[in-house]
């Protein structure tokens, strides 16, 4: 029998601190939060492990120090509203309920969104809503944002993302080609905005209109 919650503790000392993940509040979402629950029960036991793994519908769970480094990268106080594009398993939108005062996420794929939402939900954030549709289009009727954060790779930065960010916001996307991206963070100012480059990442396609236009 496994047990999960020193596994947790185990993934986070050595995948996420020692990586130099410093944000006390990432860190402590990362120990709390179930990750074991959002994967299939055969997978249960790599839940923990340094690696993607599959959630069907040919997606995946992000590795734990992606979504660590991801996270931080958004500088999340608490009082934000935050986009999410690409729930996916709902992993990633549970760590940002915890730190976020509400998170918007939206999943192109159906099945995805219907279990990211129950289980969200049984977990206990009620400060999330998921919606089904296009990600690339964003959440118009809901920003501004000061936080987005994009779980695909995308062959550019879509303009309407952009658009409904805050001044002083900050967006997290992958940004490159099908096969390798650049983790980049976009920080929005009066002047235009900043980008800095986080390091090489690996994400499956973002398809939409303002992303890829197939599989």
């Known amino acids: 029998m496994i ?3 020193k596994a947790r503790v185990k993934m986070v000392e050595e995948q ?5 993940i410093k944000d006390p509040r990432v860190i402590a979402a990362m120990k709390k939060v179930p990750r074991h629950l959002f994967v299939e029960e055969a997978l249960q036991s790599q839940a923990y492990s340094d690696h993607p793994l599959p959630i069907g519908e040919k997606q995946t769970i992000s590795q734990p120090y992606m979504v660590a480094l991801m996270t931080e990268a958004l500088q999340l106080t608490g009082k934000e509203r935050v986009l999410e594009i690409g729930a996916g398993s709902g ?4 760590i940002l309920a915890e730190l976020a005062e509400r998170v918007f996420s939206i999943e192109r794929i159906r099945p995805l969104a219907i279990r ?3 289980l969200i939900y049984e977990l206990g954030y009620f400060n999330v809503e998921i919606k089904i549709f296009d990600g690339t289009y964003g ?3 809901e920003g501004p944002f000061e936080a987005i954060m994009v779980t695909a790779g995308a062959p550019d930065i879509p ?5 409904q960010l805050t001044i002083g916001g900050r967006l997290v996307i992958p940004v ?3 096969f390798v991206q650049d983790l980049i963070r976009i920080t929005k100012t009066g002047e235009g905005i900043k980008k800095e480059d986080l390091g090489g ?3 499956v396609k973002l398809i939409g209109k303002y992303g890829w236009n197939d599989e």
Request: charged residues 30%.
């Open 3 to 5: 047990d999960f919650p």
């Open 16 to 20: 996420i601190i020692s990586r130099e």
């Open 91 to 94: 992993y990633q939108t549970a």
């Open 116 to 118: 990211a939402r129950q």
């Open 139 to 141: 959440w118009a009727e």
């Open 159 to 163: 303009q309407a993302l952009l658009d």
């Open 176 to 178: 490159g080609d099908a």
């Open 201 to 203: 990442c690996r994400f």
